[in-house]
């Protein structure tokens, strides 16, 4: 569904701004970057720069010269704005809840988000051509974010809720041993009483209440094999240890 998100810039002046939103829409699985009356070498050398490994992206813009083309073939479109009037302020939605009704529009069409010029953002009439208006609650006291910190923001989002639909996880699972068995265990437990016996953690009359508290503390947590075998190694190496060094004990 990401495939169906378009990046929309309009006439921007900084390629440093165009290269870092090239860059953020690769590091969240985004590729369709319009670009409309660019002021600036939009592919140029310090474009590039700041692309980084997003230059695929930057290469394969689409350059229009006008915003009607670069909303062209959209269902849904959406504009950025910090500039709030009574309606506005009324109507706009924050980027949380616009990026979960654009991830439900793009299982069957395009959507758009614009962001608008490094000065002073999107045109009154320019807003017009849009049927929603994003804006990022940001502190009253300065609510214009830079171009390419509001893009890094959006473009979370729709991969946030991308991820929500597919029901993914945020970050990627580590390869998982799986658990470790009861005869696995009941190892860990006869080197690790032996090891703590070996340097007085079990004195006093009933040692076996520590015995059983320690059972029932790793009994709680669902080891992993590997993570039972570096207690089974941790207990292995104060026995090794005791042996060799008995008068440091």
């Known amino acids: 569904m990401l495939d169906q998100i378009r990046i929309v810039l309009v006439s921007p002046s900084g390629p440093a701004n165009v290269g870092a939103t090239a860059r953020i829409m690769a590091n969240m699985g985004l590729s369709d970057l319009a670009i409309v009356a660019p002021r600036c070498d939009a592919k140029g050398e310090q474009a590039v720069a700041y692309a980084a490994h997003g230059r695929a992206v ?3 813009a689409a350059i229009v010269d006008d915003l009607p083309a670069a909303l062209a073939g959209c269902t849904c479109t959406f504009a950025t704005s910090s500039k709030l009037g009574l ?51 940001a502190d009253e006291g300065y609510p214009v974010l830079n171009l390419a910190a509001s893009v890094t923001i959006m473009c979370y989002e729709l991969r946030r809720a991308w ?46 209440h520590l015995k059983y508290a ?18 089974i190694g ?10 060799h060094h008995p008068q440091r004990i």
């Not at 991820?163 to 799986?178: F, V, Y």
């Not at 068995?181 to 009483?193: A, D, G, I, N, S």
């Open 163 to 208: 991820l929500a639909a597919e029901q993914l996880p945020a970050l990627p699972m580590a390869l998982h041993s799986g658990f470790a068995t009861h005869e696995r265990k009941e190892l860990l437990f006869k080197h690790l009483f032996e090891a703590l016996d070996q340097i007085g953690f079990f004195f006093g009359p009933k040692p076996d």
């Open 58 to 60: 930057l290469d394969g």
């Open 87 to 137: 309606y506005r302020r009324q109507t706009a939605i924050e980027p949380v809840r616009a990026a979960d009704e654009a991830l439900q529009v793009a299982r069957s069409g395009r959507v758009a988000f614009a962001f608008g010029r490094e000065n002073f953002g999107l045109r009154t009439e320019e807003l017009l051509n849009f049927d929603r208006i994003v804006t990022i609650p």
């Open 214 to 231: 320690l059972r029932h503390l790793l009994g709680r947590v669902d080891l992993s094999v590997n993570e039972a075998d570096i207690l």
């Open 234 to 243: 941790m207990a292995r190496q104060i026995q090794w240890y005791v042996r």
